[in-house]
């Protein structure tokens, strides 16, 4: 697969230390959607289409276009999605 941005690179050196940013994102993605979650949960509308599903991927479907897009990382995108897809079928129940 090529990279649509050139010179795009998974790790950053900040400081002499070098993290890839989606390790990054996946710990936040977690916390986020599952403090967004028990906020939809709480008010009663978890069921709801527009609330249990379209406005959760509001939020994912930027994030996750963007480290398959700019950084060309298929697995961080495939993990992101999955353990979303999973806190959202958790949060029905």
């Known amino acids: 697969m090529v990279c649509l941005l050139v010179g795009a690179k998974r790790w950053i050196n900040i400081a002499g230390f070098n993290f890839q940013p989606s390790e ?3 710990i936040g993605l977690i916390l986020f959607f599952a403090s967004l979650l028990t906020d939809i949960k709480e008010k009663d509308k978890i069921r709801h289409f527009g609330w249990g599903l379209i406005f959760p991927l509001i939020f994912l479907v930027p ?3 963007s ?3 700019l950084q060309n990382h298929f697995s961080a995108t495939f993990i992101i999605c999955a353990v979303t897809a999973i806190q959202m079928l958790v949060a029905r129940y």
Do not use: G, H, S
């Open 24 to 26: 990054l994102a996946k």
């Open 63 to 65: 994030i996750i276009v």
């Open 67 to 69: 480290i398959y897009i």
